[in-house]
């Protein structure tokens, strides 16, 4: 039985479905609650858990999201359930850290990940294109440095308990969320009031959404980032047509629910900054490239015992901390007296940006295997 | 018969490791790839026998040995 579904969610058809699932899911967090054309973002998902813990002050984005608990807890049920979990580490890990550091920056100046990238487009937001084909050079570089050798060495076996931080922290979290203590005068655990942190679906919808996506996702092993380097690495489609379910299924749940709003300026929770949209995201798709997956993917991988993974997400909510606190993260379009302010990122954040680019072709050119 | 460790190596390296050897692989060679995750395993199985070749699994302890022949 196992046997069956395992050669099931390898397939195609199981690729595909689970795209289409998180793509009817995702549209129907939105309706539930969650933030307007967003509906599933794992970079500002983090970076709301980073806020709700205090890591950042920005009073809007503070709320811990229940669906990147329930990605890595849905794919460590899988995981157990399917023999996959196997606890392991070691692949220079604070490299790994720190490009989930530069790919938060990168993915909060576009205001997305991979997966908002794309229902962003799912609902009309044109300046998911920018982001996408930043996306797709990024990645394209990865690819580049891939073909000549880039590698950040193997992963070992390590003792179990390491594999089970990052589930046991999830499950902290969650209590954390439910009995939302206060551990000081004006400290956390923060919950916005206002803007898109108080934006969100009922704690126990948003859970089942993510469970259910975290196990297909483990299983099918869908990855966004993935999805287009196969593509470019060797032609190999079978990623990406689950990613194009996910875009076709969110789309058409999209029409029916009324969530399509076509255009490029005043998008919720967005910019229409074209340049700082497209560069953000060549850093967020290098780094993504260069530590071997998505932010969805790398939650999926930590849920199954991988402490590498686990690392690079942590990096990416510390990366959360750094980007809002030194004003680096992108401001959403305004309009002032009826006249249109587009916005973009600080000069601090566009530094960031050159900088994090700069330090990943270095990476990419010198990151051996050393014999 | 061409040996490749991939054991800790996490997509696509496998993959790329497979296709480098395979680039040096003799006619009618066997190749011998070792693997310590489904998910490599089943990527690079997908390869292989999307490339013609016969493929194999044997199941260790902890890995999985990947047999690759025309």
């Given at each position: 039985?196992?046997?069956?579904?395992?050669?099931?969610?390898?397939?195609?058809?199981?690729?595909?479905?689970?795209?289409?699932?998180i793509g009817?899911l995702a549209a129907?967090l939105?309706?539930?609650?969650?933030?307007?054309?967003?509906g599933i973002?794992?970079?500002?998902?983090?970076?709301?858990?980073?806020?709700?813990?205090?890591?950042?002050?920005?009073?809007?984005?503070?709320?811990?999201?229940?669906?990147?608990?329930?990605?890595?807890?849905?794919?460590?049920?899988?995981?157990?359930?399917?023999?996959?979990?196997?606890?392991?580490?070691?692949?220079?890990?604070?490299?790994?850290?720190?490009?989930?550091?530069?790919?938060?920056?990168?993915?909060?100046?576009?205001?997305?990940?991979?997966?908002?990238?794309?229902l962003?487009?799912?609902?009309?937001?044109?300046?998911?294109?920018?982001?996408?084909?930043?996306?797709?050079?990024?990645?394209?570089?990865?690819?580049?440095?891939?073909?000549?050798?880039?590698?950040?060495?193997?992963?070992?076996?390590?003792?179990?308990?390491?594999?089970?931080?990052?589930?046991?922290?999830?499950?902290?979290?969650?209590?954390?969320?439910?009995?939302?203590?206060?551990?000081?005068?004006?400290?956390?655990?923060?919950?916005?009031?206002?803007?898109?942190?108080?934006?969100?679906?009922?704690?126990?919808?948003?859970?089942?959404?993510?469970?259910?996506?975290?196990?297909?996702?483990?299983?099918?092993?869908?990855?966004?980032?993935?999805?287009?380097?196969?593509?470019?690495?060797?032609?190999?489609?079978?990623?990406?047509?689950?990613?194009?379910?996910?875009?076709?299924?969110a789309?058409?749940?999209?029409?029916?629910?009324?969530?399509?709003?076509?255009?490029?300026?005043?998008?919720?929770?967005?910019?229409?900054?074209?340049?700082?949209?497209?560069?953000?995201?060549?850093?967020?798709?290098?780094?993504?490239?260069?530590?071997?997956?998505?932010?969805?993917?790398?939650?999926?991988?930590?849920?199954?015992?991988?402490?590498?993974?686990?690392?690079?997400?942590?990096?990416?909510?510390?990366?959360?901390?750094?980007?809002?606190?030194?004003?680096?993260?992108?401001?959403?379009?305004?309009?002032?007296?009826?006249?249109?302010?587009?916005?973009?990122?600080?000069?601090?954040?566009?530094?960031?940006?050159?900088?994090?680019?700069?330090?990943?072709?270095?990476?990419?050119?010198?990151?051996?295997?050393?014999? | 018969?061409?040996?490749?460790?991939?054991?800790?190596?996490?997509?696509?390296?496998?993959?790329?490791?497979?296709?480098?050897?395979?680039?040096?692989?003799?006619?009618?060679?066997?190749?011998?790839?070792?693997?310590?995750?489904?998910?490599?395993?089943?990527?690079?199985?997908?390869?292989?026998?999307?490339?013609?070749?016969?493929?194999?699994?044997?199941?260790?302890?902890?890995?999985?040995?990947?047999?690759?022949?025309?």
């Amino acid at each position: 039985m196992t046997e069956r579904l395992t050669r099931f969610f390898g397939s195609r058809w199981g690729i595909i479905l689970t795209g289409g699932v998180i793509g009817l899911l995702a549209a129907l967090l939105q309706r539930f609650g969650n933030p307007p054309n967003m509906g599933i973002c794992v970079a500002c998902f983090e970076r709301d858990i980073a806020g709700a813990l205090g890591l950042h002050r920005a009073a809007v984005v503070q709320y811990i999201r229940p669906e990147i608990i329930a990605f890595v807890l849905g794919s460590m049920i899988a995981a157990l359930i399917f023999k996959e979990f196997k606890s392991r580490l070691g692949s220079a890990p604070i490299v790994r850290f720190f490009l989930g550091i530069l790919a938060m920056i990168g993915g909060l100046v576009f205001l997305g990940c991979p997966w908002r990238a794309i229902l962003r487009l799912a609902g009309g937001d044109l300046n998911a294109i920018l982001g996408l084909l930043g996306l797709i050079l990024g990645i394209s570089g990865g690819v580049y440095f891939l073909k000549n050798g880039y590698t950040l060495g193997r992963s070992r076996p390590a003792p179990a308990i390491a594999g089970w931080i990052m589930p046991l922290m999830m499950v902290s979290l969650l209590l954390l969320l439910i009995f939302a203590p206060q551990f000081s005068e004006s400290g956390p655990i923060f919950f916005s009031e206002s803007g898109p942190g108080s934006m969100a679906a009922p704690i126990v919808i948003s859970l089942a959404a993510g469970l259910v996506i975290g196990f297909l996702a483990q299983r099918t092993r869908y990855c966004t980032m993935g999805s287009i380097r196969d593509v470019i690495l060797m032609r190999d489609t079978h990623l990406i047509s689950g990613v194009a379910a996910m875009l076709v299924v969110a789309f058409v749940m999209n029409l029916i629910l009324g969530q399509v709003n076509v255009g490029f300026t005043s998008q919720p929770v967005a910019h229409s900054n074209h340049l700082w949209n497209f560069m953000g995201m060549v850093l967020a798709g290098l780094a993504f490239a260069l530590a071997g997956g998505c932010p969805g993917r790398q939650l999926f991988l930590s849920g199954e015992g991988d402490g590498d993974a686990a690392i690079f997400v942590l990096g990416m909510i510390v990366g959360a901390g750094i980007s809002h606190n030194f004003g680096l993260a992108g401001r959403p379009d305004t309009v002032v007296d009826g006249v249109l302010s587009v916005g973009g990122t600080s000069i601090y954040g566009q530094a960031a940006v050159i900088l994090g680019i700069v330090f990943c072709i270095v990476l990419g050119f010198t990151a051996r295997e050393q014999v | 018969m061409v040996q490749v460790d991939a054991r800790g190596f996490s997509c696509p390296e496998p993959l790329i490791r497979t296709r480098n050897a395979l680039q040096s692989l003799p006619a009618g060679d066997t190749l011998e790839i070792v693997v310590d995750t489904v998910t490599s395993r089943e990527n690079v199985r997908r390869f292989l026998v999307g490339k013609g070749f016969t493929v194999e699994i044997e199941v260790l302890e902890d890995d999985f040995k990947i047999l690759a022949h025309k």
